[in-house]
């Protein structure tokens, strides 16, 4: 009867034992997960403020005249783009490295999806257009009669260059960020429905129109 309960105890102690190094090891890897995330949050952020800073020490003046960043409506967006991303990706840093982070929720993993998403597109535009302005300064277009420009603004032209470089990988990282909350997302959480009583109103209007 004493071996028994002996043994009884000795169960009891080893399944509560295993059952703390499994939480042990499970906040462990939710710690290691907070910290890569962080990371990949928070490199952008350099990369940004590199692109928005040599952007907007880009100007040039010679014998054929100044040229400027400002002076392009697509260099302007891609500062602007630049500086909200770098904002953005400091914050969204801050908020994954909590311990006990809110991103752990469902609604606020779903803002983080959607803003992760909104950002990515944000910063590609930026790219986008600023890479078909600078094209055009390397190449012209005799069509639109457009000159190439970078004939006689070569300096501007390679610091346009480098900050649009900056920015691509800028954009990559986005990318990154956005796959990353979608699989936290949509391994975690379901997608929502709509309750019984939503459902029946659409139903009811759907018909009704018909």
């Known amino acids: 009867m004493e071996k028994s309960k002996v043994s009884g105890t000795m169960m009891g102690m080893n399944s509560s034992s295993a059952a703390a190094n499994r939480e042990e090891l499970q906040d462990q890897a939710a710690g290691s997960m907070r910290t890569a995330e962080s990371i990949l949050r928070l490199v952008p ?3 940004c403020v590199s692109a928005l800073v040599v952007m907007l020490k880009n100007s040039q003046t010679n014998d054929f005249g100044s040229l400027s960043y400002s ?15 770098a904002g953005y990706a400091l914050l969204s840093a801050v908020v994954v490295a909590m311990p006990r982070s809110p991103a752990t929720t469902a609604g606020s993993a779903w803002t983080f999806f959607f803003l992760d998403q909104v950002f990515t597109y944000l910063i ?34 390679h610091k346009a260059t480098a900050s649009l470089v900056l920015t691509f990988i800028v954009v990559l990282f986005f990318i990154s960020i ?33």
């Open 45 to 47: 952020v350099g990369l």
């Open 71 to 85: 002076d392009l409506a697509a260099f302007r967006y891609l500062v602007h783009a630049n500086g909200i991303c």
């Open 124 to 157: 590609l535009a930026a790219a986008s257009v600023s890479a078909e302005v600078l094209y055009l300064a390397y190449k012209g277009d005799l069509d639109i009669t457009w000159s190439a420009a970078c004939g006689s603004f070569g300096g501007f032209c």
């Open 178 to 210: 956005s796959l990353v909350s979608s699989y936290k997302l949509f391994s975690r959480f379901d997608a929502p429905v709509l309750s019984c009583s939503a459902a029946a109103a659409k139903g009811g209007l759907e018909i009704a129109a018909f």
